[in-house]
Protein backbone atom coordinates (compact mmCIF):
# COMPACT_ATOMS: atom_id res chain seq x y z
CA UNK A 1 0.00 0.00 0.00
CA UNK A 2 1.26 3.14 -0.60
CA UNK A 3 0.91 6.43 1.15
CA UNK A 4 1.06 9.98 0.53
CA UNK A 5 0.62 13.36 1.54
CA UNK A 6 -1.30 15.39 -0.98
CA UNK A 7 -1.25 18.70 0.79
CA UNK A 8 0.77 21.57 1.01
CA UNK A 9 2.35 24.05 3.94
CA UNK A 10 -0.26 26.51 3.30
CA UNK A 11 -3.12 24.18 2.92
CA UNK A 12 -2.33 22.36 6.05
CA UNK A 13 -1.75 25.20 8.38
CA UNK A 14 -4.64 24.90 10.61
CA UNK A 15 -6.85 22.11 8.86
CA UNK A 16 -7.66 19.06 10.09
CA UNK A 17 -6.13 15.56 8.31
CA UNK A 18 -7.93 12.92 7.39
CA UNK A 19 -6.93 9.61 5.98
CA UNK A 20 -8.29 7.84 3.28
CA UNK A 21 -7.59 4.88 1.82
CA UNK A 22 -8.06 4.30 -2.40
CA UNK A 23 -8.71 0.45 -3.96
CA UNK A 24 -8.10 0.29 -7.62
CA UNK A 25 -9.20 -2.07 -10.01
CA UNK A 26 -8.71 -3.52 -13.39
CA UNK A 27 -6.52 -1.10 -15.62
CA UNK A 28 -6.54 1.56 -12.76
CA UNK A 29 -3.45 -0.25 -11.17
CA UNK A 30 -1.54 -0.09 -14.15
CA UNK A 31 1.72 1.90 -12.75
CA UNK A 32 -0.23 2.06 -9.53
CA UNK A 33 -0.26 -0.04 -6.22
CA UNK A 34 -3.67 -1.46 -5.89
CA UNK A 35 -4.39 0.61 -2.75
CA UNK A 36 -3.72 3.91 -1.86
CA UNK A 37 -3.36 5.45 1.28
CA UNK A 38 -4.16 9.31 0.91
CA UNK A 39 -3.33 11.98 3.83
CA UNK A 40 -5.66 14.83 3.08
CA UNK A 41 -7.53 17.74 4.04
CA UNK A 42 -10.76 17.17 5.80
CA UNK A 43 -13.82 18.20 2.89
CA UNK A 44 -11.63 16.90 -0.10
CA UNK A 45 -14.10 15.80 -2.58
CA UNK A 46 -13.50 12.56 -4.32
CA UNK A 47 -13.40 14.53 -7.61
CA UNK A 48 -9.86 15.91 -6.06
CA UNK A 49 -8.72 12.41 -5.79
CA UNK A 50 -9.06 11.09 -9.13
CA UNK A 51 -7.12 14.41 -10.06
CA UNK A 52 -4.02 13.43 -7.51
CA UNK A 53 -4.28 9.95 -9.50
CA UNK A 54 -4.47 10.98 -12.84
CA UNK A 55 -7.68 9.41 -13.82
CA UNK A 56 -10.78 11.59 -15.91
CA UNK A 57 -13.94 11.21 -14.08
CA UNK A 58 -15.77 10.27 -17.24
CA UNK A 59 -13.15 6.88 -17.33
CA UNK A 60 -15.03 5.78 -13.83
CA UNK A 61 -17.70 3.16 -14.46
CA UNK A 62 -18.39 2.48 -10.62
CA UNK A 63 -17.60 4.89 -7.74
CA UNK A 64 -18.15 3.57 -4.30
CA UNK A 65 -17.67 5.67 -1.06
CA UNK A 66 -17.80 2.97 1.72
CA UNK A 67 -19.79 0.75 -0.80
CA UNK A 68 -21.99 2.97 -1.88
CA UNK A 69 -22.55 4.03 -5.30
CA UNK A 70 -22.69 7.85 -6.19
CA UNK A 71 -21.17 10.75 -7.88
CA UNK A 72 -17.45 12.17 -7.23
CA UNK A 73 -18.47 15.90 -5.60
CA UNK A 74 -19.00 14.21 -2.03
CA UNK A 75 -16.79 15.00 0.38
CA UNK A 76 -14.42 12.87 2.33
CA UNK A 77 -14.39 11.98 5.81
CA UNK A 78 -11.27 10.39 8.07
CA UNK A 79 -11.40 6.68 7.30
CA UNK A 80 -13.45 6.33 4.13
CA UNK A 81 -12.80 3.65 1.51
CA UNK A 82 -13.24 4.62 -2.42
CA UNK A 83 -13.35 1.98 -4.83
CA UNK A 84 -12.82 2.78 -8.65
CA UNK A 85 -13.45 0.54 -11.50
CA UNK A 86 -13.42 1.04 -14.83
CA UNK A 87 -15.70 -0.17 -17.32
CA UNK A 88 -15.71 -3.80 -18.14
CA UNK A 89 -15.62 -5.47 -21.04
CA UNK A 90 -16.65 -9.47 -21.88
CA UNK A 91 -19.21 -11.42 -22.59
Do not use: C, W
Amino acid sequence: MVSDDYTSPQRMAGEHMINVEVRLFAYFREGREKKQALKLTEDTEISKVLEILNIKEEEVSILLLNGRDGSADRKLKDGDVIALFPPVGGG
